[in-house]
């Protein structure tokens, strides 16, 4: 079985945003997680069976290899974790026409926590090593669904507050950014709340 070598936490780069609910994608507001970027957590030269074998020592469930899809959505039963394996991509979060957006730039060795609700989609893909790709996964016994910020959907955005959060880091385990305080977090990196 591979190995992870993770970035020490000491020396983890991190960001997070906190997103406003815009027009009917309710993004980080209904449970006050913030998104997580992680930065080169993993050397970039790590193979996604290494990812897919770590994040279930964390109660993580990896479930594809793929890219990210180019419209947004988001999810309303389960949070996301996206470990970036190959090439570098331009991401946006929040919904296209939101002041309070995050575009962020990623590439191999990052990882990215997305609470459910957070709207997100490919901008761009630099093309770099053969495209940008990432390990998709969720916590174990989660499913998850497809929403767009459309009419019709307001019983799945008013879900997103009831979506349980992480017991264990997705990366980490028993410490790691999931699970610090707010204080700590605004310590440690780049917070814009």
């Known amino acids: 079985m591979p190995s992870l070598n993770l970035t020490p936490l000491s020396s983890l780069r991190l960001s997070t945003h906190h997103i406003p609910s815009h027009s009917l994608i309710p993004n980080t507001q209904p449970h006050n997680h913030p998104l997580y970027i992680y930065r080169s957590a993993f050397p970039p030269s790590t193979s996604p069976s290494a990812l897919e074998s770590h994040l279930p020592t964390n109660g993580i469930s990896p479930q594809w290899r793929y890219t990210m899809y180019s419209t947004t959505h988001y999810h309303s039963t389960t949070h996301e974790v996206l470990c970036v394996y190959q090439g570098r991509a331009k991401l946006l979060f929040g919904g296209e026409q939101n002041p309070g957006k995050v575009e962020a730039e990623v590439g191999a060795g990052d990882a990215i926590v997305v609470p459910a609700g957070v709207g997100h989609r490919l901008l761009q893909d ?36 009831n979506v349980k959060w992480f017991d264990k880091d997705p990366l980490y385990g028993d410490d790691g950014p999931v699970l610090w305080s707010k204080e700590k977090l605004e310590g440690k990196g780049k917070s814009e709340l």
Not at 126 to 145: I, L, N, R, T
Not at 150 to 159: M, P, V, W
């Open 126 to 161: 630099y093309g770099e090593g053969g495209g940008f790709q990432m390990v998709g996964s969720y916590p174990k016994g989660c499913s998850w669904d497809m929403c767009y910020g459309k009419s019709g959907e307001e019983a799945k955005a008013e879900n997103v507050k």
